[in-house]
């Protein structure tokens, strides 16, 4: 197998990260599409533009509960007016409201003809059951236009976004009881490291318990994958090939460990070796030594082992290019400084407090607590340091 001090090889080395999440893409197969009822399709990713069968509000409606009348009426207030029936959901006012009348209505119910104004019950007087008392005049701005939320044919949700459960909750208002989703990629997981062992067990000197086939399992689950366990391997070129014959099937195997610069990285050198590969190593931190190839055909994609790198470089590569969608960044203004590296982009750890991000104080790629305990990825570009005061773009987690 080939030891360190590799030589130069016909492929890339050191890709951008851009390059490497359009790489990785251009290696998944084409999504297909399928129809969902709603209640099976949350976290999948919607494969046609969605538009509304209906307006919403159906029709101009009250916002809140109280009195409907005309606002001309109320403008001196406070004003008596004299009740003439109710609205509410369901069973609106059949009449016109005339000069001086109104009527009760409660939230989501229809305004009467006649009525452009609403009264809220906290500022009105009973004065008996025909007449009641404005203590301040009645607002148009708690009223409902018909089509305020969105109106019939219009297109509400594109294709491409993710389906959380407020998405869902639009689209069955908008009409759909199905929605067409694209068919969910099957992503084989793989494990590997003698040092690695399954938590709940006894834990010897030199062991770590694996907390990244947990990690990756679950962020592959959220980018709406199915999932193929294959477990773990040891550090051995005939456990490692087993594993890979076993992911035949699967539309990308996801390894982590064995994609370094060590004696005992035999993911690398299998790939190297005896499969196609297409980069190794990505000029970021952490997570700068990630290796893309084929086996057999198979796309393989080796994360590093240490916990934070593979995670990382999953949340800024592998889960954009599973998704189609591109990364959701915003600006905030730094609060401390944000070191640069000279010939990498770093992700650093950071927390939001009061608007400003400030840096994570451990920024190891070994310590796994700190994207617990962080909330935010600071994107610090290669050799432009952020400093105290100076926008940043964060990635939140």
């Known amino acids: ?10 492929f890339p080395k050191f890709v951008s990260v851009d390059e490497a999440r359009r790489t990785l893409a251009s290696l998944l197969p084409a999504r297909g599409t399928e129809t969902l009822p709603l209640s099976r399709a949350l976290g999948r990713t919607l494969a046609q533009d969605v538009a509304a069968l209906v307006s919403h509000p159906s029709t101009t409606e009250s916002a809140l509960d109280g009195i409907a009348c005309r606002e001309a009426d109320t403008l001196n207030a406070p004003v008596t ?9 369901g069973q609106p006012f059949q009449g016109e409201v005339e000069a001086g009348q109104c009527i009760r209505i409660y939230t989501g119910a229809p305004l009467a003809a006649g009525t452009d104004a609403i009264c809220p019950v906290e500022v009105l007087e009973d004065i ?8 301040r005049p009645a607002s148009p701005g708690d009223v409902r236009p018909e089509g305020g939320d969105f109106q019939a044919g219009e297109v509400v949700l594109k294709a491409g976004v993710p389906l959380t459960a407020s998405r869902l909750a639009l689209v069955a208002a908008l009409g759909h009881a199905g929605v067409a989703v694209y068919t969910r990629l099957r992503v084989a997981l793989l494990s590997t490291g003698d040092e690695v062992v399954a938590p709940g067990t006894p834990l ?8 990244n086939s947990v990690g990756l399992s679950a962020m592959l689950e959220e980018c709406g994958c ?8 040891p550090d051995s070129p005939d456990a490692l090939k087993e594993a890979l014959r076993q992911a035949g099937g699967a539309d990308l195997l996801l390894t982590s460990g064995g994609v370094s610069m060590g004696r005992y990285d035999f993911m690398r050198d299998l790939l190297i070796e005896h499969g196609q590969v297409s980069f190794w190593k990505v000029r970021m931190r952490p997570g700068g ?19 934070v790198s593979s995670l990382v470089v999953f949340q800024v590569i592998v889960k954009p290019a599973l998704t189609g969608q591109q990364l959701r960044t915003l600006r905030l203004r730094a609060g401390t400084l944000f070191k640069a590296l000279p010939d990498k982009t770093a992700f650093w750890r950071g927390n939001v407090v009061n608007g400003e991000v400030h ?4 920024q190891g790629s070994g310590v796994l607590r700190s ?3 962080a909330d935010a990825l600071v994107i610090v570009p290669e050799g432009q340091a952020v400093k105290a005061g100076d926008s940043v773009e964060v990635i939140l987690l």
């Open 359 to 362: 840096e994570y104080a451990r």
């Open 128 to 135: 008996d059951d025909e007449q009641v008392r404005l203590l």
């Open 1 to 10: 197998m080939t030891a360190p001090g590799l030589p130069e090889a016909p």
């Open 81 to 89: 007016l004299r009740l003439v029936g109710e609205s509410r959901a």
């Open 371 to 373: 994207l617990s305990d």
């Open 204 to 211: 010897q000197a030199g062991q770590v318990y694996d907390s």
């Open 226 to 233: 199915e999932v193929v366990p294959l477990g773990h391997a």
């Open 289 to 307: 030594p990630a290796i893309l190839g084929r086996w057999n055909g198979l796309p393989v994609f080796g994360l590093p082992g240490n916990p």
